[in-house]
């Protein structure tokens, strides 16, 4: 059984324990990460998403297991989307016989169970009558004296206990320490999951002093833990959430509002007794404005792992899984770029240092720094690294950008034995890192130059050399630009690995970083023939480099370029932006609504796809043999566009075009004139009036099926009248017309009877 994270896990294995009258580990257990108990006995073993990955992997057929529950599943983890995917993967190819059964209560069970292609069961439950009040919109940076004022007075104006939703640890102790001084009747318990087993205990179970209690909680208690006693709720409107951050490539926790589901999971908490009340701090306007449904995080996560799980597991077509909601292509393709970049594929196979980079639990970043790490023998630096890497910055901002400074803060911490805000924590991670690889802690002087090699072991995108004559701006291997301030230690160094980043369009900012040797990037250079399209230049350029991604150290041009070379180069450049780079002339638009007309009205033609979207995928098949003496964007606009698309046609479809959808038509007077053809609309016929005398009915192409619009003109070209049925306007509109032409136009006849009238081009000759 799967739940979204480890303190629901031991909760419910617990309380499923106490059902059956036994203890933990016997018929029920439970597995976390760095904890389990479980037995010989154990029949339903309580797990989370991530432990159920690692199972798969040991054990792709899942022996030994017949049914497994995924609880709480529209809370939409990364981790049980692929624990998903890949147990109905197991089901399909190895394990016909194994069960799997979807638990929860708001999504949409309907989509889910046409692509599992299983029964639904719907269970109402006992719920009774909850009272929403919305307490209005408050300022974001007071949540814990707001939250703290709205308990207490849910405490005058309900009996019974209350829950309280905050976003995370910090808002919870602040909360707490105010209603301790404020709310002294009440007991006041915390609830999330760093909490010893003892004190969450305290917070889910009922008081047998009889006090009023107030749970201080995280979104954990949204659905996992029933907390008895319970008859108000107070909920922040937040919640935190993981997301993934391009400052430091891994994915991090933040605060976001919570969605319309999520906000009636919590208003339910209240209705689990008896009738209830739930406080929500917000309007009923800004509750029109929540999400629906809270978004799936395998739109927003950093994939590399999940790849490399994939790769791990030996599926390569990805999409083919069953996703509820499919990972992106791009993030996919990112992952595949990264994990080909520290050494986890090759060619698109798993390495073997891949397959140990698969066996440490961390992102694949920081397992190969680790493991590089073991290669220089200064595994202890790396795991205080890696922690840095996975929890916020200890130091203020203007101290500086320096990674040192903040392990050397770590270390005279851990050596005074010194609390200090938030190095507790990412000590705490050092910690776990050292018990894993085995090694002993370390306070001592270390390398600063070793600690940008390992950085640029992790970020190997992010090694940055500094720009000349650009004080603090640094030229990154990924191609971007960042800077950092004048004034930082790190601002004069030549070479620098990145560590975070705000990646935005134009000139990044450094938030951390360290200084490299420049003799430890040896090994990295690679040596590469680059034919790329310059966007400055608007050129093709040639040459062979030694570098560091897009860092030049050397460059030599290159005179023969194969056509393969030259096409990879230079069409998705053009696919990107084709009105930019190609002449899209009059001609070439008539042409495209012309064949546009015909792929719609006759299908018989089977008339290729003219439309821009079609023409930029099908590009490398059409363009690639024209561009080979293209050598600069002013090249690419000589191109003969129009009759680069016409050849796409064969002469008898040619043909076609020209007798069904004609560029020209002949109109009474003798003359050809061209029809204006437009995107799904009627073509028009500019002509003046004198010319079309004698004509009737309104004029058609396209055997008939398509009927012309006509404007019809003055003999000054002045438009004077737009009608699709000629016949009536001659005999409605003509006369009213006639009288103001016949004063402008005096030399031109204007016949009483225009439809046997004799057609002319200008004024009739006496």
Known sequence: MLEPRRLAAKSIAHRMSELLGEKVGETVGYRIRFENNISEKTRLEVVTEGILTRMLHNDNALEGVGLVIFDEFHERNIHADLAMALCREAQQVLRTDLRI?????????????????????????????????????????????????????????????????????????????????????????????????????????????????????????????TIEGIKAVVDCGYSR????????????????????????????????????????????????????????????????????????????????????????????????????????????????????????PAHPRIAHMLLKAEELDNVALATDIAALLEERDPLKPELG??????????????????????????????????????????????DPYEVGLLIAYAYPERIASARPGNNAQFQLANGKIAIMGHRDDLAHEPWIAVSHVDERDGMGKIFMAAAINPIDLKPM???????????????????????????ILRSTPIHQITPEEKVTAIIPVIQNDPRRYLNFSQNVEQLRFRLQLLQNTNPELEIPDFSLIALKEEMPDWLSPYIQPVKNAEDLKKLDLYEILVNRLDYTLQQKVEQLAPSKITVPSGSQIKLEYRDNEQPILSVRLQEIFGWIETPKINKGKTSLLLHLLSPGFKPVQITSDLENFWKETYFEVRKDLKRRYPKHQWPDNPMEAEAVRGVKRK
């Open 241 to 360: 959430t993981s997301k993934f951050n391009p400052r430091s490539g891994l994915s991090r926790l933040e605060t976001i509002p919570i969605s319309i589901d999520a906000a009636d999971q919590r208003a339910g908490r209240a209705g689990r007794l008896g009738p209830g009340t739930c406080y929500r701090m917000w309007s009923k306007s800004t509750h029109s404005y929540l999400n629906e449904f809270r978004t799936a995080e395998i739109l927003e996560a950093d994939l590399a792992s999940l790849v490399l799980d994939l790769e791990q597991w030996g599926i390569k077509q990805i999409q083919s899984l069953t996703w509820l909601t499919p990972p992106p292509s791009g993030s996919i393709s990112q992952a595949y770029d990264l994990l080909h970049q520290i050494e986890a594929l090759e060619n698109g196979k798993l390495t073997p240092h891949g397959k140990k980079l698969h066996s440490i």
């Open 101 to 225: 059964l979807v638990m929860s209560a708001t999504l949409d069970m309907e989509l889910l169970a046409d692509l599992l292609e299983a029964p639904t069961l719907s269970s109402k439950g006992k719920m009774f009558p909850v009272t929403i009040n919305y307490e209005g919109d408050y300022d974001f940076y007071s949540m814990p004296e707001m939250v703290a004022q709205t308990i207490k007075k849910a405490s005058k104006e309900t009996d019974g206990d209350i829950l309280a939703f905050l976003p995370g640890q910090g808002e919870i102790k602040k909360t707490e320490a105010i209603l301790k001084s404020s709310l002294k009747s009440f007991v006041i318990l915390p609830l999330y999951g760093q909490l010893s087993p003892s004190s969450q205990h305290q917070a889910i179970m009922p008081r047998k002093d009889g006090r009023r209690k107030v749970v201080l909680s995280t979104s954990i208690a949204e659905t996992s833990l």
């Open 401 to 446: 950008v320096d990674m040192n400074l903040r392990i050397e803060a770590i270390r005279r911490a851990r050596k005074e034995n010194l609390s200090i805000k938030g190095i507790k924590k990412i000590e705490k991670i050092a910690s776990q890192y050292r018990k894993l690889l085995n090694v002993e802690v370390d306070n001592g002087v270390f």
């Open 525 to 551: 250079l690679k040596e590469k023939r680059m034919i790329k399209w310059d966007k400055q230049y608007e050129e093709l350029i040639a040459a062979q480099t030694l570098g560091i991604g897009s860092i």
